[in-house]
């Protein structure tokens, strides 16, 4: 299903059962260069919750998830329940960027060990 973008910078629309903010300059070629926000519900703990992230964000977070053999929301619940300060949307973006950095430190070690 193609979707039109909103025409205005922070404008909002309901896409299902999620919600979608962006602009115009957000429906570049897409990819990371995109920006559209998603806000999804999502058990914490016991509890329901919401949580606004850019799409890529909830993309790297289920293969994070995927990868570590864990239900999405046990690992929101953990990073949760380690987050020192700032909301849960933060917290999760600096978790997906710090499992990313992590991971490309890796492979470039073990390109350097194959050469």
Do not use: C
């Not at 990073?79 to 949307?89: T, V």
């Not at 997906?96 to 890796?106: D, L, T």
Request: charged content about 30%.
């Amino acid at each position: 299903m193609i979707e039109k973008q909103p025409e205005r910078v922070g404008e909002r629309r309901e896409v299902g059962s999620r919600v979608e903010q962006g602009g115009p300059e957000n429906a570049s070629n897409g990819g990371y260069l995109r920006s559209r926000v998603l806000k999804r519900s999502i058990v914490v703990g016991r509890h329901k919750t919401s949580v606004s992230l850019e799409d890529v964000f909830w993309h790297e977070l289920r293969a994070i998830a995927q990868d570590l053999g864990v239900h999405l929301s046990q690992l929101v619940a953990r990073i949760d329940a380690e987050r020192q300060h700032g909301n849960l949307s933060s917290a999760i973006r600096l978790f997906v960027f710090e499992q990313s950095r992590k991971r490309s430190e890796a492979k470039a070690l073990a390109s350097t060990r194959a050469t």
